[in-house]
């Protein structure tokens, strides 16, 4: 029981900002994550995505993003991301198979079940504690 504390108290102090263009998969991406215990901060596509950035004062542990989004791709949400909140993690999602993320963001292919979800932003937001190991090349 310890255990298991342990680690919800960790993703109870974790903020995940979620971007995604399409409702049905930012709603339940928001649901799973949020059962989990995760705080999650949802938006509709890259541009609230980084208004939502300049606006929250608390560390933001991990972006989900979409890699295509109208108004700002995945792309440029993660470069801006990078220059304004370089400590955040980055999970990229995508339903096309040529989509490549940038180095050192972790990939999810859609479609994907919740506990693929919750697998892999657990292995992305553990890469955080292991300095020296970008989150990409744990994404095996």
Not at 27 to 41: D, F, K, N, P, T
Not at 84 to 101: A, C, F, K, N, W
Not at 122 to 134: N, T
Request: charged residues 25%.
């Amino acid at each position: 029981m310890g255990i298991s504390m342990t680690a919800r108290n960790k993703r109870t102090s974790c903020t995940i900002l979620v971007a995604e263009d399409h409702v049905g998969v930012r709603a339940l991406a928001g649901r799973v994550l949020r059962s989990r215990g995760y705080e999650v901060l949802e938006a509709a596509d890259g541009a609230e995505a980084l208004d939502l950035l300049r606006r929250y004062p608390r560390p933001i542990h991990l972006l989900l993003t979409d890699w295509c989004m109208p108004r700002m791709s995945g792309s440029e949400l993660c470069r801006q991301l990078r220059d304004r909140r370089p400590e955040t993690r980055i999970l990229v999602m995508s339903g096309y198979l040529g989509d490549q993320p940038q180095p050192a963001a972790a990939f999810l292919q859609k479609p994907f079940s919740a506990p693929d979800l919750v697998r892999m932003v657990e292995q992305v937001l553990a890469s955080a504690l292991e300095p020296g190991i970008p989150a990409a090349s744990r994404n095996s």
